[in-house]
């Protein structure tokens, strides 16, 4: 759920930046998901309305994507083009990080998931050789 509040709270318009790909894939695997979820259950006017409200928050987490390939967040339009579009964008988000500072900012660090902290410590367990039978050196 982490991959998909954050953006909603933290970010919702937030277009400047850069996005890894770990952030942006796990926000439009939740989106699909919603999306499957509400069209097996026959909510498309639910679903439309859904789509709707995440419209700018996706758009922002498209523009931080290409930002951090070092491409401007307008080169979404290219979505527009029928097929080869959507291809394209899908390639271009794909990408690898680009490690060094560019015109959008720092490169994107991974955010790792929040752990649940426990209290509980766990020992390391090294397995005992318990066979006392041991072989003759083979000369």
């Given amino acids: 759920m982490h991959w998909l509040l ?9 277009f400047e930046g850069r996005i890894g790909r770990q952030e942006f894939w796990m926000f439009v695997l939740f989106i699909f ?12 006017a639910i679903g439309g309305l859904v789509v709707l409200g995440l419209l ?3 758009l922002g987490m ?4 290409l930002h ?3 491409r401007s967040g307008w080169l979404q339009l290219i979505g527009l083009i029928p097929v080869i ?12 990080t680009k490690p060094a500072d560019n015109e959008y900012g720092a490169p994107a660090k991974p955010k790792s998931v929040p752990s649940v902290s426990s209290t509980a410590t766990t020992a390391q367990h090294t397995p005992q050789a318990t066979d006392t039978h041991q072989q003759p050196p083979v000369v």
Wanted: with cysteine; aromatic share 4%; net charge negative.
């Fill in 62 to 65: 498209g523009a931080r994507r």
């Fill in 33 to 44: 998901g919603i999306d499957v979820v509400l069209g097996a259950l026959h909510l498309g």
């Fill in 85 to 96: 579009g959507a291809i394209v964008l899908i390639i271009w988000c794909a990408e690898e």
């Fill in 56 to 58: 700018v928050p996706s």
């Fill in 68 to 70: 951090d390939t070092g």
């Fill in 6 to 14: 954050d953006p909603l709270q933290s970010h919702y318009a937030d």
